[in-house]
């Protein structure tokens, strides 16, 4: 009896250390917390695979960079198909999280996702911010002011040439050409059509009736594919104007934009300040952080033209390894160091403030 | 007693026999099964799209009602670049065939043909970046200076588009793409061409020329059809090129230098895809589904007219 029991006790040990140390490949972050370690990020092993956002892309390779350094047994991948693409694959369980330009529609939000616990959902946490530059090309004119209202006016080819004295009253001192003027705009859907629409219908409603849309209303200009192209296709032709991200103006001539009485250009600075001063959509419950930038802004120290983008994940994973990856991984993207890494690669404009901490709240809030 | 005549037996399988008999059916089985695997998923994926509300469509809200209203430009654009590429492509490969073929000197045939060869390899997404950079701004002034001087004439009507991202341009990138498919098919056929009926027309007197119109052309002309409808078939699915060189729009329109073009099926899908979700990427499903069935078509009509010309002029 007493060598059984010795035995038994032995057996258990074993079992006990074999589902241990299972237990410790499996999940690290669980074991790190039990053992009372303090380096809990520095045990994370793993892949974590996210789609979505091109704009994203450049960022999300600085993030993986930077958390893989920290965490040498993690592999972040990240496939940018596209924000649409991204929110499918997260949702259908394809993808441990997706990088969004625009926050989880309403209609998704009520659906299922495969990842998350049952009952909850998916939360959107802005991660990329980034401005619009207004671009064109146009001999001579290496200054240029415009407003929301010209801007529909030219997009709508209501005004058709550069020497209209709509934009001839936005620039005073400048002489224009008498050039037809060519709109660029995205063939295919995007954030950016998305953010730019939208300030056209917000701040000159009554020029650019129609709401804002991923897929740029076609029948005026010339349409090209993704920012690459626009910036192509405006850069060879003459009295051409576009819209692209920021970070991908290259030589081309960018236009101010008028907010208040004064007129302001994209950069890093104005664009993280009318991040964080515009209000949050206040139908979004919990921490699900969804910014609605203030297209009206009279602040000549923001830009309305300015994209948020998201990365979107569950708030709370049924597999509890792979939901410690993510809010690893979000805390990172989120954190000062995450949103600098971002800016010295994609050129991104870093959160800051109030944004910032609601960002790593939500963040820190995944389970 | 040597001179007894075995009777006809049949030839004993051997294993070698069996083995290839079963891998060529297999082959043709698996083809076959592959094309049914793409029909029926293509046909699942597209039967929500046909109900699908006016607001499911890609386009701004509401623009197309129906799902055919959608598809109809789409299918229109398809065809018309792959027509007007084939336009273009189809004389200029009969030429290089029969230069390959009949004129050149051995040596240069030889390396002009692999040189065309080479065409063929060149993958789509350079032939668009090309598009974009080099040959639209090269053709801008022709396209220009045809809109100035016939502006009569109702398919060169500007304002022409200011990087040529015209339907133009683009049949014409499609036509160098199609060009070594046609060209190297014409050119084997054209060498098939029986030696006895060229020499024979040579010694009744006939020029070069002449030969050629009265043995090599007829002799190919099959071939040449069958060429040319590989050639379309490419023309029709090609996809990155398009999108990137083309400025679309779901429209019908003839014109051929404006900024508004109507799109292709597959140049839609690639551009439109990766940002629907829900009814929208059944509704692209559907428009595949359409290309699918268009290329059918023109496959099916193409091996009637093979067969017709075959059945009339055996050589």
């Known amino acids: ?367 | 007693m040597t001179a007894t005549i075995a009777p006809v037996v049949k030839a004993p399988k051997r294993a070698g026999d069996r083995i290839f008999s079963g891998a060529a059916l297999a082959g043709g089985l698996v083809i076959l099964l592959a094309l049914a695997a793409v029909a029926v998923f293509l046909v699942a994926e597209s039967l929500p799209a046909f109900g699908a509300k006016a607001t499911d469509i890609p386009g701004t809200a509401g623009q197309f009602p129906t799902f055919w209203a959608y598809v109809a430009p789409l299918a229109f654009g398809t065809v018309w670049a792959a027509v007007l590429a084939l336009v273009f492509a189809i004389p200029f490969s009969i030429a290089i065939a029969l230069f390959i073929s009949h004129y050149a000197p051995r040596r240069i045939a030889r390396g002009l043909g692999a040189i065309i060869d080479l065409l063929a390899a060149i993958p789509s997404v350079v032939y668009g970046a090309w598009g974009i950079f080099v040959f639209g701004p090269f053709v801008r002034p022709f396209w220009e200076f045809l809109a100035e001087t016939f502006p009569w004439f109702p398919l060169f009507s500007g304002p022409v588009d200011p990087n040529a991202r015209s339907i133009l341009t683009v049949a014409l990138v499609l036509a160098v793409m199609v060009i070594p498919i046609i060209t190297a098919l014409s050119r084997e056929i054209f060498l098939q061409t029986p030696r006895l009926n060229e020499e024979a027309a040579l010694a009744l007197g006939a020029t070069r020329w002449e030969m050629i119109r009265m043995t090599v052309l007829p002799f190919g002309r099959a071939g040449i059809v069958s060429a040319s409808m590989l050639g379309l078939g490419r023309a029709l699915g090609e996809t990155l090129a398009v999108a990137m060189v083309l400025s679309p729009n779901v429209i019908i329109s003839f014109f051929l230098l404006r900024s508004q073009n109507p799109t292709t099926v597959a140049a839609n899908i690639a551009l439109q895809f990766p940002e629907a979700f829900g009814t929208s990427v059944n509704v692209l499903m559907a428009t595949g589904l359409v290309l699918f069935v268009i290329t059918f078509a023109v496959n099916a009509a193409s091996r009637a007219v093979i067969g017709r010309r075959a059945a009339g002029k055996g050589i």
């Open chain 1, 1 to 367: 009896m007493k060598h059984l029991r010795a035995g038994l006790a032995i057996g258990t040990a074993l079992t006990a250390m074999i589902a241990l140390s299972s237990c410790a490949s499996n999940e690290p972050a669980a074991t790190s917390s039990n053992g009372g370690s303090s380096s809990g990020a520095a045990s994370l092993n793993g892949t974590l695979n996210g789609v979505g956002s091109s704009a994203q892309s450049n960022a999300q390779t600085a993030w993986a960079k930077g958390f893989q350094t920290a965490n040498s047994s993690v592999t972040v991948n990240y496939d940018p198909q596209g924000s649409g693409a991204g929110r499918t694959a997260f949702e259908g369980g394809g993808a441990d999280f997706a990088g969004s330009d625009s926050a989880l529609p309403a209609a998704e939000l009520s659906g299922d996702f495969k990842l998350c616990k049952a009952g909850t959902k998916g939360i959107d946490i802005p991660v990329y911010v980034s401005p619009i530059a207004i671009v064109y090309n146009l001999d001579g004119v290496k200054s240029l002011n415009l407003d929301a209202s010209v801007l529909a006016k030219i997009f709508t080819g209501k005004i058709k040439k550069w020497n209209d004295s709509a934009i001839a009253d936005l620039n005073k001192g400048t002489t224009l050409p008498s050039t037809a003027i060519t709109p660029v705009y995205r063939s295919d859907k995007s954030g950016t059509s998305a953010n730019f629409t939208d300030y056209m219908h917000q701040a000159a409603p009554s020029d650019w009736t129609a709401e804002a849309a991923d897929l740029f209303p076609t029948g005026i200009g010339s349409g090209a594919a993704k920012g690459s192209g626009i910036v192509a296709a405006v850069t060879g032709g003459k009295g051409t104007i576009g819209y692209v991200d920021d970070s991908s103006v290259g030589s081309l001539s960018v236009a101010k934009i008028k907010v208040g009485d004064s007129y302001v250009a994209p950069s890093a600075e104005v664009a993280s300040k009318s991040a964080e001063t515009s209000p949050l959509d206040t139908s979004r419950t919990g921490n699900d952080v969804v910014v609605k930038i203030n297209r009206t802004t009279t602040d000549s120290a923001e830009y309305p033209i300015t994209l948020v983008s998201y990365l979107i994940a569950c708030q709370q994973y049924q597999d509890s390894s792979r939901a410690n990856l993510v809010k690893a991984y979000a805390e990172y993207v989120t954190s000062t160091d995450g949103q600098q890494a971002a800016a010295d690669t994609a050129k991104s404009a870093p959160m800051t403030g109030t944004l910032l901490s609601k960002a790593q709240a939500a963040a820190a809030s995944i389970k």
